[in-house]
């Protein structure tokens, strides 16, 4: 089951590792990110920040998305943390089952504009974050759980 979907260009650190797992009861842990698969000290980082007791997985945006599709993801509470809004974008377009994003940090890049305290988003972005809540899927902005929970439509 998908308990949290979470955008974060850091992946998985302390904050994302501790805080969210505990507060969904998160028992595994999916990074869904297309460069990482392939990079060792990525993916050594982020192994080094996996909590205690949580499963660990590290998946191309498409293997991800076949995954969950095919239901070996179903018997965990799912923690899913992408790097991007794109990546989220296609997870949730994919994944009907994914009711609600969470923006957690987006660095500020050319051409962004800041929405909220770690926020920033391209208007391709905007746009697409846009759609997702016009077909129903929450899009909300928190950095950490105890964060009053702001919903991206109200931040723009």
């Known amino acids: 089951m998908i308990k949290l979907l979470r955008v974060d260009h850091r992946l998985l650190h302390g904050q994302v590792a501790f805080s969210w797992t505990q507060y969904i009861g998160a028992d595994c842990i999916l ?20 909590p205690p007791a949580v499963k660990l997985v590290i998946k191309n945006i498409d293997d991800a998305i076949e995954a969950i599709k095919s239901g070996v ?35 500020a890049r050319e051409g962004s504009r800041n929405i909220s305290k770690a926020i920033n988003v391209l208007p391709e972005e905007i746009a697409q974050l846009q759609e997702l809540t016009q077909a129903g899927t929450e899009v909300e902005i928190r950095q950490v ?12």
């Open 31 to 50: 990074i869904a990110n297309d460069s990482v698969p392939n990079d060792e000290l990525r993916k050594t980082t982020i192994k080094l920040a996996r």
């Open 73 to 107: 993801t179903d018997k965990y509470k799912l923690l899913i943390v992408v790097e991007s809004v794109n990546d989220a974008w296609r997870l949730a377009k994919a994944v009907p089952q994914i009711e609600s994003i969470n923006l957690g940090g987006i660095k």
């Open 145 to 156: 759980p105890g964060d009053r929970k702001q919903l991206f439509t109200e931040a723009l």
